[in-house]
């Protein structure tokens, strides 16, 4: 317990004219402060999840997203599609997230809710890219939501369900100046005739 929390129970202590008042008041402050404390470690939880969730969608299909997502998950927009070559068997994977397909990937986590056994997270994709014959980046964004559960086993948070939608960027969230994309873009992506001389 703090110097300052000590301070106050004994002012209180002295003015109350009662040392029982001043306990449960430490007693409530305590229980206050642990909640806290456990809130924030689910948090912390929580988010560390959502970056490893990122993490495995960057490696494309080296990726193993499959490790973070809970018993029964639903997946509202999934982060690949097949080519469609005509055949019955599927074709290759292709792969649609911006944590798989920008030249540069990140994201803010807008809002945490918790309860006991479930969270939801509200996340701001931004995926920057580059057009070379404008010679200028661009972004794309997406507006995301993880539905998230606590498992009774071994307490870990896991994701329940995922939606992601592609959506305009209000002016309040476009990003602001853009990052250069232009040699990320010759390493990776570019054909070297495009890039000669760049």
């Not at 109350?16 to 404390?37: E, N, Q, Y």
């Not at 689910?42 to 494309?60: N, S």
């Not at 980046?137 to 307490?155: C, G, L, N, P």
């Not at 959506?167 to 005739?193: A, F």
């Amino acid at each position: 317990m703090s110097r300052n929390i000590i301070d106050f129970i004994c002012v209180a202590s002295r003015r109350r004219g009662t040392l029982l008042g001043a306990l449960v008041f430490a007693m409530v402050l305590s229980l206050a402060s642990s909640v806290r404390s456990q809130a924030e470690t689910a948090e912390d939880e929580i988010r560390g999840v959502v970056a490893k969730w990122y993490v495995q969608l960057a490696k494309r299909d080296q990726g193993q997203t499959w490790e973070l997502t809970a018993p029964g998950y639903i997946e509202a927009t999934p982060s690949y599609t097949f080519e469609k070559t005509g055949s019955a068997a599927a074709g290759p994977r292709i792969h649609t997230s911006l944590s798989a397909t920008a030249l540069h990937f990140a994201y803010d986590i807008e809002a945490v809710t918790i309860d006991p056994n479930f969270a939801k997270v509200i996340v701001w994709e931004r995926g920057y890219f580059y057009a070379f014959a404008a010679k200028r980046t661009y972004e794309r964004a997406a507006s995301t939501i993880f539905v998230m559960e606590r498992q009774t086993k071994d307490q870990r948070w896991l994701i329940l369900a995922h939606q992601s939608n592609s959506i305009g960027i209000p002016p309040n969230k476009v990003t602001r100046s853009m990052p250069d994309m232009r040699s990320r873009y010759c390493e990776t992506t570019g054909k070297l005739p495009d890039c000669a001389g760049e």
